[in-house]
C-alpha cells in the first residue's frame, strides 16, 4: 500500500507560494503542487485564471459565512472534493459549472 504514495513524483508535494489580489488586498498562499494544479485544471474547466476562480471562492465563503478561516485549507478541501467528485464520476454533477453565480 505505501508504494502507492511513496513512490509518487517528489514534484507533487513540494510547496509554492503565489501570490493573488482578492478582495482588493494582496496576498499569498502556499500550498502543494498538487493541489495548484488541481486548481487550475478547476479554473480551465470554469473558464477562468486561478486567480479569478480563487477570488470568485472567496466572495462566494465570504457571502455565505460572513467570513473566510484558513482559506488554504478550504482550497485544498476543494480540491479534494472535486478529485472526488471526478473518480466517481457522480452523474448529478456532470456537466455542471462548479461555480453557481446565483449561489
Not at 503542487?33 to 480551465?44: G, Q, V
Not at 482550497?75 to 473518480?87: G, V
Request: hydrophobic share 35%; charged share 20%; net charge negative.
Amino acid at each position: 500500500m505505501c508504494h502507492l504514495f511513496s513512490h509518487q513524483p517528489q514534484r507533487n508535494y513540494e510547496s509554492q507560494t503565489r501570490s493573488l489580489r482578492i478582495g482588493g488586498h494582496c496576498t499569498s498562499i502556499r500550498l502543494e503542487m498538487s493541489f495548484w494544479d488541481t486548481l487550475e485544471e478547476i479554473a480551465a474547466k470554469e473558464g477562468m485564471s486561478v486567480a479569478k476562480f480563487v477570488t470568485t471562492l472567496y466572495g462566494e465563503v465570504l457571502d455565505h459565512h460572513g467570513e473566510v478561516n484558513n482559506f488554504a485549507s478550504l482550497l485544498r478541501c476543494c480540491c479534494l472534493i472535486y478529485r472526488s467528485q471526478s473518480a466517481a464520476a457522480v452523474p448529478e454533477f456532470q456537466g455542471q459549472p462548479i461555480l453557481d453565480a446565483a449561489e
